[in-house]
């Protein structure tokens, strides 16, 4: 079976290729094939993933091509990665919005805006293709912001769409290590939407443990997840929350943290990737794959160690030295997909956190409603758990997100300033009509005739 990854050139498809060795051959997949616009950074991501795959004497075949079609083609699988207009245009999203005294983060802030106006018409291209050329494929979209994405893409008709993030499944990661338990013996699950979610239940072979986690300073501390949260808070809410929640619940804190800093997390994650491929470009990489492998790992170290660092003040974790670095533990994006599909070749099934529509899952939204949520994937297919009560301030802010989401969605279809304002408008880190109006306006000129794509 093959996979296609649209985006091959990112630096998570080395690990994305790493989680994949561990059961290619149980899911009877034995190619990979890699697309990308940037050949010069694909070929030396391609080189890196051989490298993966070699140094475990393993036999997935991975190459990269120089045409869509030729990867998407016969394939059984598609994984959409995408940055449309490369990483300094996460930059400019995020100053704009900086610059008028906005959050300007990519899947939570103005900044999601922005990149879903250039990537979602991009995407929707690469779907038509798909359709033409796999059309039984399914779609595994990991282009952010994920469930505006999604949304987008399920709205448009296309059916086989699953967004995954793996938020939440290094989460219960995280959660088990600290318990010292095998992930297998935890049921953790979640609700809301993508990067605007909780978890309203834990369950330790089948007893519900939350009450006593929530209880646990210990825990709540020693969790990455959740030692950016007072306790006092977790315990006032009564669900363990996804860490982007940050952005709502500290919205002054996390501006003020990023402003302090004289960057945000886009410009840290330009720096490191231009320092990445800046030597990777000047080494032998045929010659000495190790040593190219070593760069990698110790550069994604460090744009790990600073994630929600600027925003939330916290301490960087200490860096480990170049040629001691083993691929990180957790299987990421790739685990969840192959969790997905593994789910689906099964009679039994498996429990996923995925954005998938609602069909009944939270009330009071609408069936074709993107929602993220533990689903129950089987032969049968996927079906979210169902949520009988959710509390009012929970339900109101998954309320007024949709709203924005399905308004973006409509402006982008239709070409309207006025629908996109409309939904910036909606935001909670927006919540002004001025505000929104120039967020629009600053967008659509930043991006006008190609100025930074």
């Known amino acids: 079976m093959k996979i296609a990854v649209i985006g091959g050139a990112g630096v998570r498809t080395v690990i994305f290729i790493n989680g994949l060795l561990d059961r290619y051959r149980k899911l009877n997949i034995d190619e990979v094939v890699l697309y990308d616009i940037e050949e010069e950074k694909q070929n030396i991501i391609e080189k890196l993933c051989c490298h993966v795959v070699n140094r475990r004497k393993e036999k997935l075949k991975v190459r990269a091509v120089n045409s869509p079609v030729e990867a998407i083609r016969g394939a059984d699988y598609v994984v959409t990665t995408l940055r449309v207009g490369g990483d300094h245009s996460r930059v400019v999203d995020e100053t704009i919005a900086l610059d008028l005294g906005l959050i300007?983060?990519?899947?939570?802030?103005?900044?999601?805006?922005?990149?879903?106006?250039?990537?979602?018409?991009?995407?929707?291209?690469?779907?038509?293709?798909?359709?033409q050329y796999a059309p039984d494929a399914w779609i595994f979209n990991f282009t952010n912001p994920s469930g505006l994405v999604t949304q987008a893409l399920r709205s448009a008709g296309y059916r086989k769409v699953i967004g995954i993030c793996d938020a939440p499944s290094s989460t219960k990661f995280r959660m088990a290590k600290k318990l010292g338990v095998a992930e297998e013996e935890l049921y953790v699950e979640f609700f809301g939407l993508n990067h605007l979610s909780w978890i309203r239940s834990v369950k330790r072979k089948g007893e519900e443990i939350l009450p006593l986690l929530l209880a646990d300073d210990g825990f709540l501390k020693g969790v990455q997840e959740f030692s950016v949260f007072d306790p006092e808070l977790l315990r006032m809410i009564g669900f363990l929350p996804n860490e982007y929640l940050y952005y709502y619940y500290y919205r002054e804190k996390a501006l003020k943290n990023i402003l302090e800093s004289g960057t945000a997390r886009g410009k840290t994650i330009e720096a490191v990737n231009q320092q990445m491929m800046g030597e990777l470009k000047h080494m032998d990489i045929d010659a000495d794959p190790e040593g190219a492998l070593q760069?990698?790992?110790?550069?994604?170290?460090?744009?790990?160690?600073?994630?929600?660092?600027?925003?939330?003040?916290?301490?960087?974790?200490?860096?480990q030295d170049k040629g001691k670095l083993e691929i990180p533990d957790g299987m990421g994006y790739a685990g969840v997909m192959l969790d997905c599909i593994e789910g689906l070749q099964s009679e039994e099934g498996r429990y996923l956190v995925l954005s998938v529509e609602n069909h009944g899952s939270i009330p009071g939204l609408e069936e074709n409603d993107v929602i993220e949520a533990t689903c129950h994937v089987s032969k049968k297919g996927i079906i979210p758990v169902k949520v009988k009560e959710v509390p009012e301030s929970c339900y109101l802010l998954i309320r007024t997100i949709k709203m924005y989401e399905k308004l973006t969605v409509e402006a982008i279809r239709t070409k309207s300033k006025e629908t996109a304002v409309k939904g910036l408008m909606q935001h909670p880190l927006v919540n002004s009509y001025s505000l929104a109006k120039a967020l629009v306006e600053k967008y659509a000129g930043a991006y006008e005739e190609g100025k930074h794509e």
């Not at 939570?108 to 038509?128: D, H, K, N």
């Open 104 to 131: 300007g983060q990519e899947t939570t802030g103005a900044g999601g805006f922005s990149m879903a106006v250039r990537t979602i018409p991009v995407l929707l291209e690469y779907c038509e293709m798909i359709k």
């Open 295 to 319: 760069i990698f790992l110790y550069y994604m170290q460090i744009r790990e160690n600073s994630y929600m660092s600027i925003e939330s003040g916290a301490s960087k974790r200490p860096l």
